[in-house]
């Protein structure tokens, strides 16, 4: 997906568009407007606020509140994997990219629900040298808890975590390594709300904050150089949909940005 610039480069996508999670498409008018593939009628039975099933796709139109620059992003789920006993699903897969999915504004590998709560995670992997282009190594992140879907409104998780990313090149004096550390925390501001999303109503909308502090530094550089970012989600889940809205806004060295995004269509098996 189309992200804010320096909301990306959180996200590991400055490491050459690694971690991406959408097939981003020029905005087309034959696309806005163009109402859920379903219906919105046949929905998924067990209350599930990201539903997880091959075949499951998501078509959002963003826009970046600084430049209003306006994109169509798809995200899919595409496969399922067994990681240490657990079923994870995955997301996109676009040539010479990771295997990634997203769910609340978040770029992950893969995605999984245990006791009504959603789980991403981020694989460690290796990218060698090609020609004059650096090798890339992530370390990946383990569980990392993006809803709870069953608490009540004030309800809140955090999560604190860490990875790194390496660039290395024979033709480089040394290893460039780039530490990242999140904390952030989630609040549920409402539940069973109704919601109007390009002229649909939801139904059984929950409402959650995600507020986000990111550093990232690189050995030998002072203080003063390491880079950190304040980010701020709202996301609206509705029920047995998925995100149907997500206003993202971040603040770091550089000023701020702000990205819009709302739900066009889905598919939901």
């Known amino acids: 997906m189309k992200k804010i610039t320096f909301l990306a480069v959180m996200l590991v996508a400055f490491s050459g568009g690694i971690l991406t999670s959408c097939e981003t498409e020029s905005a087309d008018a034959s696309l806005i407007g163009n109402n859920n593939t379903n219906g919105g009628g046949n929905t998924v039975s067990g209350g599930d606020y990201y539903p997880l099933a091959i075949g499951n796709r998501w078509v959002s139109e963003s826009i970046n509140q600084n430049t209003g620059e306006i994109s169509i992003d798809t995200s899919k789920i ?11 699903y995955l997301g996109n897969k676009k040539e010479g990219e990771e295997v990634v999915a997203e769910i609340g504004n978040r770029s992950v590998d893969k995605v999984r629900k245990e006791n009504n709560i959603y789980y991403g995670k981020m694989d460690a992997f290796d990218r060698p040298p090609s020609g004059i282009s650096f090798g890339t190594r992530f370390s990946g992140t383990g569980d990392i808890v993006i809803l709870k879907q069953d ?18 090149h024979p033709m480089l004096p040394q290893d460039q390594v780039i530490t ?8 549920i ?24 502090v990111s550093r990232m530094s690189m050995p030998g550089l002072p203080e003063t150089e390491n880079f950190t970012a ?15 809205k997500s206003e993202v806004t971040m603040s770091g ?5 702000s990205l819009h995004s709302e739900l066009l269509s889905y598919i939901v098996n």
């Open 189 to 212: 501001l409402q539940r069973d709300q109704i919601l109007t999303v390009k002229g649909h109503t939801y139904q059984n909308v929950i409402k959650v904050k995600m507020e986000q």
């Open 151 to 168: 608490l009540p409104v004030t309800g809140t998780w955090h999560n604190d975590y860490s990875y790194t990313l390496t660039n290395y």
């Open 253 to 257: 060295e550089s000023g701020s940005e």
């Open 230 to 244: 304040t980010i701020t989600v709202y996301n609206w889940y509705a029920r047995n949909i998925g995100v149907i």
């Open 78 to 88: 595409v496969d399922t994997q067994m990681d240490n006993g657990k079923l994870y």
């Open 180 to 187: 990242t550390t999140v904390s952030e925390t989630h609040t």
